[in-house]
């Protein structure tokens, strides 16, 4: 009998647990809902991003150039076919982060492992977003502007989910 009421208690406690840490975590997707309500935007992240990959692509020989939150790629140096891309709030992978934040501070985990943790964890995936919009302007350069979309779709929602 003592046995079955030390594992109620346990359980009773895992799901205390549980119940506090999807608390904090729905406690941190408000301001989220406030920043898309609002229309947030940092300007200044996307031109960083957009000058970042411009310059990264023009490292590579892919002809580019940026200018604010845009990135022009000429398609050939005879011709004068230039395709834009805009490097909007939603390509900045800002949402990710900052969910990433959340899910960090809504563990009972202390202040300094989540610092730790998220120290390797934004870098990492600021990192592989900028790698997936750099691969999508390389395949939309070799294949064609024409399946940007579709390669965009693709490595948007089946890869990075």
Not at 119 to 135: D, E, H, K, Q, V
Request: proline share 2%; net charge positive; aromatic share 18%.
């Amino acid at each position: 009998m003592r046995k079955a009421k030390k594992e109620i208690l346990e359980r009773r406690k895992k799901l205390l647990a549980i119940l506090i840490f999807l608390i904090k975590l729905n406690l941190f997707v408000i301001p989220l809902y406030v920043l898309l309500w609002l229309d947030f935007s940092l300007l200044s992240l996307q031109n960083f991003l957009a000058s970042s990959l411009a310059s990264t692509l023009s490292f590579f020989k892919y002809p580019a150039v940026s200018k604010g939150k845009y990135i022009f790629i000429f398609l050939s140096e005879d011709s004068y076919r230039i395709i834009p891309f805009e490097i909007s709030m939603d390509c900045t992978g800002w949402k990710s982060m900052y969910l990433m934040v959340a899910l960090a501070f809504s563990t009972s985990f202390n202040l300094r492992r989540n610092f730790k943790f998220l120290a390797i964890a934004l870098p990492f995936l600021f990192s592989l977003n900028f790698l997936r919009i750099f691969s999508t302007l390389i395949i939309a350069f070799k294949l064609g502007s024409q399946y940007f979309e579709v390669i965009h779709t693709f490595l948007w929602r089946e890869c990075m989910v």
